[in-house]
């Protein structure tokens, strides 16, 4: 039987954080920080708009859909037409 050579890739450390495990957790720390709910968005990208509403985890009183805008966590969501997914925090 020939020896095969081990794979020299190395595990990666763990799968990134769900998107409403770390947005929950940086809307917390924005609002500790004295930032208002309605001065936040969420620039999300399809895929973890998609996370969110399929996540098992999260309680139907945290998301709604209501007059055709997504919130989390009382933050509106805006999806698409961004790389990555982040927290905006409006300077008023």
Same mark, same amino acid.
């Given at each position: 039987?020939?020896?095969? *050579?081990?794979?020299?890739?190395?595990?990666? &450390?763990? *799968? *990134?954080?769900?998107? @409403?495990?770390?947005?929950?957790?940086?809307?917390?720390?924005? +609002? /500790?920080? #004295?930032?208002?709910?309605? #001065?936040?968005?969420?620039?999300?990208?399809? !895929?973890? +708009?998609?996370?969110?509403?399929?996540?098992?985890? =999260?309680?139907? &009183?945290? =998301?709604?859909?209501? !007059? @055709?805008?997504?919130?989390?966590? !009382?933050?509106? +969501?805006?999806? @698409?037409?961004? /790389?990555?997914?982040?927290?905006? =925090?409006? /300077?008023?």
């Amino acid at each position: 039987m020939p020896a095969y *050579p081990k794979s020299t890739e190395k595990p990666s &450390a763990r *799968p *990134p954080m769900p998107p @409403g495990e770390r947005f929950r957790m940086e809307i917390e720390k924005a +609002v /500790q920080d #004295g930032a208002d709910l309605e #001065g936040l968005v969420l620039r999300l990208t399809l !895929g973890d +708009v998609s996370r969110l509403k399929r996540d098992p985890t =999260i309680s139907t &009183a945290d =998301i709604s859909f209501s !007059g @055709g805008e997504m919130r989390y966590l !009382g933050v509106k +969501v805006a999806s @698409g037409d961004t /790389q990555a997914s982040s927290l905006v =925090i409006s /300077q008023s």
